[in-house]
């Protein structure tokens, strides 16, 4: 699909004007104009979209004239051919097919009227609008799990039960079970009889509990493999890292125990679910949010009864134009990526690089290109469009996937790296250490290596031959970051913020065998993934750090590889991550 023309009439400055654009799905779209060219108002067009009509506030028609009927249309083409989706004061058709979200700045002006000396004095200031994050909450059913009733409730032998108490706050575990399994299906009179029968055979056993799930595992296993939504249900539960739930057998054992609490709670199971995913989402606002505050207030979502769960920022005079700029578009970033769901999506993001700094885009960068990536995997039509008024070629650090630009550096930085450094990013995939340094020496692995001797032959500095001597140095150079110092290396401080990363995860990770496939797996990023996929949450921003920890670590002839990072490094956000990551 693709988007051929967008076409607007009366809204706000545009009395009607056509867009010839050939806009592509999954790759960010830049609307370059001047100012006043109507940007703003094409933003506002699509913002007015309402789920059955364009609807307009009073102030948003052409010529503030109401006679003035706004129209909105989008000319698409796809594999029916082409077609135009129209929204009109009476229709939507654009909704029907598109999901539709528009960032513009979140400052609004505020006016009061201050009494002094019998006097009404005027007042005005800017405030940042609070932005409703989820608009209804969840009635608070709480699952009722107890591991002593569910050992009384299974007989006999209940004491082979293991405690599952995280799999009932774990809302990715809880979401795919509600998505893949149809719990309903353990009520049907012939599941439910070969599920107690095979309980009756176990609490009639004798000996330990190692001893009766021995049993299990011998005589009953392939007999719960053939109940295909059991055995699908203990398949997910054995897919997720849990100390209690590594076997077939446990796995098994688990099932049970998610069984009888759906049907003791019945209907109050969904809404238990419901009240899970909604802390889920909320700790996820709050988590993101801290991580990207920098300013001396404490941001975080608060319920109200009318909203929903909302944020509400400081007065504008109170942070600077950067914190507050970052933090509301971040939020609504993310608003926007929790509220896509249908097939075609559009994110209008108006005048981004008007009140985002240079420095600053590398969130921004970060998150339009991680939201191309998860819509792409999820077969989705996503369509980002940025508009500004400025060329993008202009700012630093703006590169989408593969497409590279000219960087100009507007604002310089102290920097310096160890010529050792240097030679040892150069040398690194000469085949007599490759192997080596890639596991040891720039990723975290438990275990140390020496090859000083490789080191020598191949004229580098000898004692970072030893993977721990080299971590120490990584190291040093970041507590000189981390204390504002300006002698430190840039690029020390990608390898240590990579390996404190990776070593943070591991330890996340309960299960010897689960840690060693994390720690073979190639790439930061595809470690974490692999973390999430085993039921671990990962903190946003070890994704977001990747600008640091992948960026400028192989050698490019010609190209300067240090200034990138040390002017990165020097951005209030990305230095504020880092400093948290090494409080840990």
């Known amino acids: 699909m693709q988007i051929n023309s967008i076409e607007i009439t009366n ?33 506002i067009g699509f913002a007015s979209l309402k789920k059955s009509k364009l609807e307009l506030d009073d ?45 513009n700045s ?37 699952f009722d799990y107890s591991l002593a009733q569910e050992r009384r409730d299974f007989g006999m032998n209940g004491k082979i039960l293991s405690d599952i108490k995280n799999v009932f706050s774990s809302a990715p575990l809880l979401d795919r079970i509600i998505q893949e399994i149809d719990l309903s299906k353990f009520e049907q009179v012939k599941v439910s009889k070969s599920i107690d029968a095979v309980k009756k055979e176990i609490n009639i056993q004798s000996g330990k509990s190692e001893d009766i799930r021995k049993w299990i595992e011998v005589n009953k296993l392939i007999e719960l493999q053939k109940v295909d939504e059991l055995n699908s249900l203990a398949s997910i539960l054995r897919s997720f890292d849990s100390s209690n739930i590594k076997t077939d057998t446990e796995s098994f054992l688990a099932a049970f125990q998610i069984i009888s609490v759906y049907q003791r709670l019945k209907s109050n199971f969904r809404k238990a679910m419901n009240y899970v995913f909604y802390h889920a989402e909320r700790s996820y606002y709050e988590s993101t949010i801290a991580s990207f505050n920098t300013t001396r207030h404490i941001i975080k979502p608060k319920e109200d009864k009318k909203k929903g769960l909302i944020i509400e920022w400081p007065k504008a005079h109170e942070i600077s134009n950067g914190q507050r700029d970052v933090l509301s578009f971040v939020t609504m970033l993310m608003k926007a990526n929790r509220s896509f769901k249908k097939t075609n999506c559009i994110l209008i993001i108006d005048e981004i690089f008007d009140y985002l700094d240079d420095a600053n885009l590398i969130s921004f960068q970060y998150f339009i290109t991680t939201m191309i990536e998860e819509m792409k995997k999820q077969g989705k039509n996503f369509f980002p469009i940025l508009m500004t008024h400025l060329d993008p070629l202009f700012f630093n650090h703006f590169c989408f996937n593969r497409h590279k630009i000219k960087v100009a550096y507007l604002k310089d930085v102290p920097f310096k790296s160890n010529a050792n450094l240097l030679k040892l990013i150069k040398k690194r995939e000469d085949p007599l250490i490759q192997t080596n340094i890639d596991k040891h020496h720039f990723h975290y692995y438990p275990t140390g290596v020496d090859i000083s001797v490789d080191f020598l032959t191949l004229g580098l500095h000898g004692p970072w031959g030893d993977s721990q001597k080299f971590h120490q140095f990584i190291d040093d150079e970041t507590r000189k970051y981390l204390k504002d110092q300006s002698d430190y290396d840039p690029l020390a401080i990608c390898f240590s913020v990579r390996v ?28 974490l ?19 640091i920890y992948n960026d400028r670590l192989h050698w490019r002839e010609g190209l300067d590889i240090i200034r990138p990072v040390a002017i990165k490094l020097e951005n209030l956000t990305i230095k504020k991550l880092i400093r948290d990551l090494f409080l840990k």
């Open 106 to 142: 979140q400052l609004m002006a505020k006016a009061s009227i201050l009494k002094i000396n019998g006097a009404s004095i005027p007042k005005s200031s800017l405030e940042i609008a609070p932005i409703v994050l989820i608009p209804t909450i969840p009635e608070k059913v709480l």
């Open 529 to 547: 993934e692999y973390c999430e996929e085993i039921g671990h949450s990962v903190p946003e921003s070890y994704y977001l750090l990747g600008i």
């Open 500 to 527: 404190k990363i990776e070593s943070l995860i591991h330890s996340d990770i309960s299960d010897s065998v689960k840690q060693q496939k994390f720690l073979d797996i190639h790439g930061t990023k595809k470690k």
């Open 11 to 43: 809204v706000k400055g545009i009395a009607h004007q056509v867009l010839d654009l050939g806009l592509l799905p999954n790759k960010p779209n830049v609307l370059v104009a001047p100012n006043g060219f109507g940007k703003s108002s094409l933003s």
């Open 59 to 103: 102030n948003n028609y052409y010529l503030n004239n109401k006679s003035n009927k706004p129209i909105l249309s989008l000319t698409i083409q796809d594999s029916s051919g082409m077609r135009t989706l129209t929204a009109t004061e009476s229709s939507n058709a654009i909704l029907t097919e598109f999901d539709v979200f528009v960032i």
